[in-house]
């Protein structure tokens, strides 16, 4: 039984006491998020799941017999309710009646609409019709590794057979579809005995009387491919090793170090976000005999390269005789003659009405020694990028061991990959937002102004790496955005800015997460206020070193990964209404905001040809959030005005001309704005915010 399996098997996670109270659609939600649960059954978004219900129909009160089968998008680990769109399963039927043949099978995804149960508007999606006729009540799809390596192999058939006896039928290739969903149906019925199904290069398919049966019986299938893979594979794998990995330092250090320029040179069409992975799976393909060779086939499993292109790009490097500089400089041919055979497999492939071609750069990158580097249009889409090359690793090791692997036919690839219906699918898709693609450090970004600005920074699709140096403020700070924003947007970094070496590994840590960067934020600040008899060499040194040298040091950083990148980027000093109108008793502060704007114009200068922009914000009287306004600052300029510090908001309210508060969300909007297209044509320019104040106008 499977809940007696132990190890690399998968355990029977039914809770019958639990799933006995539910209704028939929510035991299917439930047998759904278990199933998604585990990459080992199914990839992220990959997999659906179906039950065949009876309902009341709305419109006759009449009970009608509803498919009830996980819609167009989601993840099954994750979905509620509304991740399923319902049919009438009459109509469904009723289709069959219509259908002119293969050559139009496309046309029978409109017709799906027509059979909505209960004005649902989750949209069906393709794999509809494999659900609806096999002819019983609930159906699983799932896209197990140990299945496809078998699905993948050349004489898949014969495995099948052999692992699974009759109780597991097989049936070749097909694009998913109407066609196939109507071998299905006939499958079934010309072998009412069997549970189930191997589809050649894609997946398996699993039924059963009750929600159940099908989920256990799906464990069970999947299990028994693991099993007899465990008794099967003995000795060395993809040919055994090649190199030896180098350790997980030096893995990470060379992939900072070649995650910003291939970034920079995959990123005309659009933005990338890179992610890194160097996991044991990885580590063991990318290490191998068999690496350039079973990467040059392509992957399998429809699902797998619609995330990663049908193969991957390898890097000519050793890691036992490492030469990055060397590696590096290969780089734009390797890049060159991949676009080149991307081109070629397009126009060989390519029909009349194709969609035209679309970005001709590789998504997965594999480093031997060091592992994968994969570039999407976000990250969340270059980690699952990443994750469902690992599956395709996993299935590759299976079914070279066992037999010979098998990538998917090139054209059948092609005729995936740019199938009207997905292009379709692409062109729904809402638009970018804009700062979609990009990433930016954010110094002293845990405090008001820093978190105001990293919210506005994701709220428009940006990455962010919140740094600090109160790593109890950077924790609460990064452990929010993650909730409200996802993990994959936010990394946080403990920088003190003043520290060299601090500065050099948070940049590093940086790339190293998501590939480069974009904007730099220096809003690390400070403030102090003391009559110049009273200032100290220490606190004068205080101010230089967090707000001058400080600046610099994250400034020269980032200024470093944009000529390395070479596509550009941009930098946001926040500075203070200080740095041009001089306040009495803090000269140190105005004299070390002064120095900010002015390094401020040396970069935008120096950065203009190589499209870098340096453009400033000045704040004034931030009090709320702002870190330097809870302490000593507070109460020394209260004390400055002879007043309460409770009185020191409104009195500086009163001083500006427009009468208004400034708050942290005001100064972020500035920042925002410098950061976005909206200011393209912008450097060297310096923006108030600070409700007016005559004293600090540029001019």
């Keep these: 039984m499977a809940d007696e399996q132990k190890g690399a098997r998968l355990a029977n996670l039914w809770d019958k006491a639990r799933a006995d109270g539910m209704s028939e659609s929510e035991r299917l939600i439930y047998r ?43 993840d099954l680990g994750s979905m509620n309710r509304d ?66 390596a078998i699905a993948a192999s050349k004489n898949s058939k014969e495995l099948t057979q ?68 465990e008794k099967s594979i003995s000795g060395r794998v993809f040919g055994g090793d090649r190199y030896r990995p180098l350790d997980a330092e030096e893995r990470r250090r060379i992939a900072g170090a070649l995650m910003p320029v291939i970034r920079g040179k995959i990123s005309a069409s659009e933005p990338k976000i890179g992610h890194f992975d160097d996991s044991k799976a990885v580590l063991e393909f990318v290490s191998s005999n068999n690496l350039a060779p079973l990467a040059a086939l392509g992957t399998s499993c429809p699902d797998h390269f619609l995330r990663t292109k049908i193969r991957p790009l390898v890097v000519d490097f050793d890691p036992s005789n490492p030469d990055i500089d060397g590696t590096l400089a290969g780089l734009d041919a390797a890049i060159s003659v991949y676009r080149d055979d991307y081109k070629a497999y397009y126009q060989r492939c390519r029909h009349d009405n194709s969609p035209g071609i679309r970005d001709p750069n590789a998504v997965v ?30 299935v590759m090791r299976g079914s070279s061991s066992v037999s010979t692997y098998m990538g998917l036919p090139e054209q059948e690839a092609f005729d995936i990959e740019y199938w009207l219906l ?33 919210e506005r920074f994701l709220k428009e699709g940006a990455c962010v790496v919140l740094a600090d140096i109160d790593a109890g403020a950077l924790e609460a700070a990064s452990e929010d955005f993650s909730k409200r924003f996802g993990a994959d947007q936010v990394r946080s970094a403990l920088i003190n800015v003043t520290s060299e070496d601090a500065v050099i590994m948070g940049f590093a840590d940086a790339v190293a997460e998501f590939g480069g960067l974009d904007i730099l934020v220096s809003n690390a600040g400070l403030a102090s206020a003391a009559p110049i008899s009273e200032t100290t060499l220490a606190l004068w040194d205080k101010n230089m070193d967090i707000l001058a040298k400080g600046y610099f040091l994250v400034s020269r950083e980032a200024f470093r990964l944009f000529e390395t990148q070479k596509i550009g980027g941009n930098i946001v000093f926040v500075a203070s209404k200080n740095g041009l109108a001089a306040s009495v008793n803090a000269s140190a502060y105005c004299t070390a905001k002064a120095a900010e704007i002015h390094l401020a114009r040396c970069l935008a200068l120096e950065g203009a040809e ?51 508060s400034v708050f942290p969300e005001d100064i972020a909007e500035g920042i925002y704005f410098f950061a976005s297209p909206a200011s393209a044509k912008s450097t060297g320019n310096i923006l108030n915010v600070d409700a007016g104040n005559a004293q600090a106008f540029t001019r």
């Design 422 to 454: 997905e292009e379709a699918k692409l062109q729904r898709m809402p638009k970018p937002k804009s700062l979609a693609g990009k990433v930016a450090l954010i110094t002293g970004g845990a405090g008001g102004i820093g978190r105001a600005t990293a």
């Design 32 to 74: 759904s998020n278990l199933l998604g649960s585990d990459k080992r059954i199914t990839n992220y978004g990959g997999g659906n799941t179906s039950a065949k219900v009876m309902e009341k129909d709305p419109l006759t009160g009449q009970m009608v017999e509803v498919l009830w089968v996980k819609g167009s998008g989601g």
């Design 83 to 148: 991740g399923f769109a319902t049919l009438y399963m009459g109509k469904l039927r009723a289709l069959k009646g219509i259908y002119r043949g293969v050559a139009y099978e496309d046309e029978m995804v409109d017709y799906l609409t027509h059979c909505t149960f209960n004005l649902n508007p989750r949209a069906a999606s393709i794999d509809t019709p494999l659900h609806a006729y096999v002819p019983k009540p609930h159906v699983d799809h799932m896209h197990p590794d140990a299945i496809i």
């Design 162 to 229: 052999q692992i699974f006896g009759g109780e597991i039928g097989w049936l070749s290739w097909k694009r998913p579809g109407f066609e196939l969903g109507l071998w299905l149906g006939k499958f079934c019925v010309e072998n009412p005995t069997a549970r189930g199904v191997v589809l050649e290069s894609h997946g398996l398919f699993t039924w059963g009387e009750t929600a159940e049966e099908s989920y256990l019986t799906t464990i069970e299938i999947i299990n028994t491919a693991i099993a007899w893979f």
């Design 610 to 660: 190589k499209g870098i922009r340096v453009n400033t914000v000045n704040p004034d009287a931030v009090l709320r959030g702002s870190k330097i306004w809870s302490g000593e600052w507070k109460e020394q300029r209260a004390a400055a005005y002879n007043m309460s510090t409770d009185d020191l908001e409104a009195h500086y309210r009163a001083r500006s001309m427009l009468k208004l």
């Design 365 to 394: 990158y594999l480093i031997p020694g060091v592992g994968m580097i994969t570039f999407a249009k976000d990250k969340a889409t270059a980690r699952i990028s990443g994750e469902f090359y690992v599956n395709a690793i996993n």
